[in-house]
């Protein structure tokens, strides 16, 4: 996890220096605003998968603070009513800051040309319900790495076709307190700018 973590933030650092250039070029604040529909593929068990679905919903902000990088923030719950191998629910809600780096799209041009992003958020998340088991209504380390593509609609909306996590969670489960898990999610994006 440690290599594949510094590789990327190597990586982002790198195109970061390609594209210092455009950054000169903007004279304005700018960000986003959206709203994600998720699914996410729980691990809840180690030894078996003892996977199962969750489904809800996230919220971020961002702000271009340097060329391609934003700093980010996301709040988002997920839910599933029953667990099939225990029959309870859990809830995980998570609250998490980060980075996100636009990557340069050099292979279609026009005004919905497809914009792709990578991120890592750090935070903290908040199982609850009797699926959580020993880590039921515990606050506990969480990271997501991943990232997706928005198309735009217009100059202030877009389309968040496709996003993609390695969603890591900490929680205790007796054995290596650890849960590697999937966020799948899509959602509507509003982009905001306003001279300096």
């Not at 455009?22 to 180690?46: L, M």
């Not at 998490?96 to 750090?122: D, T």
Request: some cysteine; aromatic content about 10%.
């Amino acid at each position: 996890m440690r290599s594949i973590l510094l590789a990327t933030i190597l990586s982002l650092a790198g195109a970061t220096v390609a594209t210092a250039q455009d950054s000169a070029a903007k004279d304005s604040y700018s960000g986003d605003a959206a709203v994600t529909f998720h699914f996410v593929r729980v691990n809840a068990g180690p030894g078996q998968c003892g996977c199962f679905n969750l489904y809800g919903a996230g919220v971020s902000g961002s702000w271009n603070f340097r060329g391609s990088w934003s700093v980010v923030t996301e709040i988002s719950a997920d839910n599933s009513s029953g667990d099939p191998a225990t029959g309870s629910s859990l809830t995980l809600t998570s609250y998490m800051a980060g980075v996100r780096y636009q990557l340069p799209q050099p292979w279609l041009e026009g005004p919905h040309k497809p914009q792709p992003f990578a991120q890592l958020l750090l935070g903290g998340a908040h199982a609850g319900g009797g699926s959580a088991g020993v880590g039921d209504g515990a606050y506990e380390f969480a990271s997501r790495l991943g990232g997706g593509v928005d198309i735009p609609v217009n100059s202030h909306f877009s389309v968040r076709l496709v996003q993609i996590d390695y969603y890591v969670t900490r929680f205790a489960n007796q054995v290596n307190d650890h849960q590697n898990n999937l966020l799948v999610g899509a959602g509507l994006v509003f982009h905001w700018s306003r001279p300096k």
